[in-house]
Nanobody, 124 residues
Framework: QVQLVESGGGLVQAGGSLRLSCAASGRISRYVTGWFRQAPGKEREFVCSIRWSNGDTYYTDSVKGRFTISRDNAKNTVYLQMNSLKPEDTAVYYC??????????????????WGQGTQVTVSS
């Protein structure tokens, strides 16, 4: 059974940086891990994803050049480095795992396992 635990959220001023972590347990080496976010009153949206086996990544356009997803296989942890944060990045951020192993899948329904979420608030 795969379990995911996020950490690293918080309050930051616009233009600042945060790094989120997603610690995974279970047999996850063939999975894709993705980051999603959900702002109040909005649907959950895809942010980025990474394939554990070879490090392939995929990003939504709004975060390209500002966010970087990476993984540490030895620690079974995926990171989301967020730079140049904007108020519109404010949301609860979730990590999720998809057993299909396709980084380009962006729909939440395709992901099998979810963490509990961590709040990111960017003040203007």
């Amino acid at each position: 059974q795969v379990q995911l635990v996020e950490s690293g959220g918080g309050l930051v001023q616009a233009g600042g940086s945060l790094r989120l972590s997603c610690a995974a347990s279970g047999r996850i080496s063939r999975y894709v891990t993705g980051w999603f976010r959900q702002a109040p009153g909005k649907e959950r949206e895809f942010v980025c994803s990474i394939r554990w086996s070879n490090g392939d990544t995929y990003y939504t356009d709004s975060v390209k050049g500002r966010f970087t997803i990476s993984r540490d296989n030895a620690k079974n942890t995926v990171y989301l480095q967020m730079n140049s944060l904007k108020p519109e990045d404010t949301a609860v951020y979730y990590c999720a795992a998809d057993h299909l192993g396709v980084v380009e899948i962006t729909t939440p329904d395709a992901y099998d396992h979810w963490g509990q979420g961590t709040q990111v608030t960017v003040s203007s």
